[in-house]
T-cell receptor, first 113, second 112 residues
Framework: DVKVTQSSRYLVKRTGEKVFLECVQD?????MFWYRQDPGLGLRLIYF???????EKGDIPEGYSVSREKKERFSLILESASTNQTSMYLC????????????FGPGTRLLVL | AQKVTQAQTEISVVEKEDVTLDCVYE???????LFWYKQPPSGELVFLIR??????QNEISGRYSWNFQKSTSSFNFTITASQVVDSAVYFC?????????FGKGMKLTVNP
């Protein structure tokens, strides 16, 4: 079975803090993705990576950065957290190809105070 | 451009009722894939099904069935004899030459 894990299920941070969200997959997938999910807005793509050290902006990259130093690990970084970044963050991975099934982690609920 | 529309935002049914979740998509791709995911209250999106645009055969898996109609750009999902455990948010998605695009989700509540 595909396994995607995220470092935290719940996080509470203060405005201005630097926040790291980590995602690890064990299926040797080339592609990894970060989404945020907000009520009424569905899933929105923040960043994705199709290879180590490669990254592409998604639909809403502002305020975020990412890092992929190893194939299995994809980190989302909030350089200076703001209250409007309070959300559910979902990581996913897939094998090569934009049409392949994406497998998701359990999500991280982030609250920025 | 790709677009996925789930017109229903929330449905509430009583256990054992059948329920159909609608999904309409737009794409310029000639080859594409359609997906359904389930998100229970725990939060994790669970993959349910992936269909190739060339395969319009309907699919049944236990109480779940999917009706793909290319002529109407629809990929509807029916749960037969719903159960409380079916309560979740369901997402339809479409993947093509660009990226995977999700609908906004439909919250299903099955009451005992």
């Amino acid at each position: 079975d595909v396994k995607v894990t995220q470092s935290s299920r719940y996080l509470v941070k203060r405005t201005g803090e630097k926040v790291f969200l980590e995602c690890v997959q064990d299926m040797d997938h080339e592609n990894m993705f970060w989404y945020r999910q907000d009520p009424g807005l569905g899933l929105r793509l923040i960043y994705f990576s199709y290879d180590v050290k490669m990254k592409e902006k998604g639909d809403i990259p502002e305020g975020y950065s990412v890092s992929r130093e190893k194939k299995e690990r994809f980190s989302l970084i909030l350089e200076s957290a703001s209250t409007n970044q309070t959300s559910m963050y979902l990581c996913a991975s897939s094998s090569v190809g934009g049409t392949e099934t994406q497998y998701f982690g359990p999500g991280t609920r982030l609250l920025v105070l | 451009a790709q677009k996925v529309t789930q017109a229903q935002t929330e449905i509430s049914v009583v256990e054992k009722e059948d329920v159909t979740l609608d999904c309409v998509y737009e794409t310029r791709d000639t080859t594409y894939y359609l997906f359904w995911y389930k998100q229970p209250p725990s939060g994790e999106l669970v993959f349910l099904i992936r269909r190739n645009s060339f395969d319009e055969q309907n699919e049944i898996s236990g109480r779940y069935s999917w009706n793909f109609q290319k002529s109407t750009s629809s990929f509807n999902f029916t749960i037969t004899a719903s159960q409380v455990v079916d309560s979740a948010v369901y997402f339809c998605a479409q993947g093509g030459s660009e990226k995977l695009v999700f609908g906004k989700g439909m919250k299903l509540t099955v009451n005992p």
